[in-house]
């Protein structure tokens, strides 16, 4: 058998509704060359870890199956880089959570295609259609352009986790080798694969659909990490970290675009932990004067949520 060329590490953590169809979007694949599954399952309490030893016996030439007893994510270990990865045999790397699924059966052939032909791009990602199964919100489309193009340095650092849906992306496996101490600041591989991918080449987006992204389901990011106040003060936090270990190993290129970042980061975290005091004297001296000023009257407010609102308005004048 020929070493496959292209590894998918599907993660899955209490997916048992979705599982299944996350796997058949990835077997569907039509591709003229080998391929490999590493399907993560970190301690689910529901029939996960079942039906993820279903297929893998159905097969067990192309599913490697990672069945934990005790979970991993909880401990602050990036499944990806630490675990899924280091098996990998391919030279190309495609990610998905359990609760989406690709929906082009070109999806692996068409990003290897590209990758093979263009070796100055170290990750590549697609357009994604968004889902809410949860509400009545009708579906949409989360395009980066409405052409194929190369993505800009500014809008990688200043976009963060609304960039690219990572079931969307391929990125080289040799970004993974000798990964620096920061990237594994956060857990959140939204941000922290497309910063790590700077290091390695440029980053390309494909004007294709091809996966869909499930909003907010339950036992999703959203839900465990945003929703809660505690895990969003921590999460906010560890971004803080990895920006700020990445703006010292690329010497401060692009330090104007990562302190943008972080000033907004920032502000959220000090409004959302305002009887924190350890961490309003840590955080508020790295803001600059002028978010320094604004971080003051979002708190005479004192409500995270009007400064959230004012946030998203920006976000959809100036897209960061």
């Not at 209490?14 to 599954?37: G, H, T």
């Not at 990610?95 to 791009?121: C, G, M, V």
């Not at 790590?196 to 990490?225: A, C, E, F």
């Amino acid at each position: 058998m020929k070493e496959p060329l292209v590894s998918v590490s599907l993660v899955a953590y209490n997916q048992e509704p979705f599982i299944r169809k996350a796997i058949e979007s990835v077997l569907m694949q039509d591709v003229n060359f080998q391929y490999e599954i590493f399907i993560h399952d970190d301690a689910s309490t529901d029939n996960t870890a079942d039906i993820i030893l279903e297929y893998a016996e159905k097969f067990p030439d192309v599913i490697t199956p990672i069945i934990q007893t005790k979970n991993k994510f909880s401990r602050g270990i990036e499944i990806n880089a630490s675990i899924t990865i280091p098996k990998a045999k391919g030279k190309y790397i495609a990610f998905l959570e359990a609760d989406d699924y690709w929906i082009d059966r070109k999806k692996l052939s068409y990003q290897t295609s590209f990758l093979e032909s263009h070796p100055n791009i170290s990750m590549c990602f697609t357009a994604t259609k968004h889902i809410f199964p949860s509400s009545e919100t009708n579906s949409r489309l989360k395009r980066y352009r409405n052409k194929d193009s190369i993505v800009a340095s500014k809008d990688i650092i200043l976009k963060g986790g609304r960039l690219v849906d990572m079931g969307a992306a391929m990125v080289r496996r040799s970004v993974f080798v000798n990964i620096p101490d920061w990237y594994h600041s956060t857990q959140i591989w939204d941000i922290s694969v497309p910063l790590l991918s700077m290091l390695h080449g440029q980053i390309q987006y494909l004007d294709k659909v091809t996966s869909v992204y499930r909003y907010n389901t339950p036992g999703s990011w959203t839900q465990t990490n945003v929703k809660n106040r505690h895990h969003r003060i921590v999460n906010l936090q560890n971004t803080i970290k990895l920006l700020e270990g990445f703006d010292e190993s690329t010497n401060q290129n692009y330090h104007k675009f990562i302190q943008k970042n972080k000033n907004s980061l920032i502000i959220e975290l000090l409004l959302l932990s305002e009887n924190y005091h350890k961490l309003f004297d840590e955080y508020y001296s790295k803001l600059t004067d002028i978010k320094k000023f604004e971080y003051k009257i979002f708190n005479q407010f004192g409500s995270f949520h009007i400064w959230d609102k004012y946030r998203q308005i920006v976000r959809l004048i100036t897209g960061y």
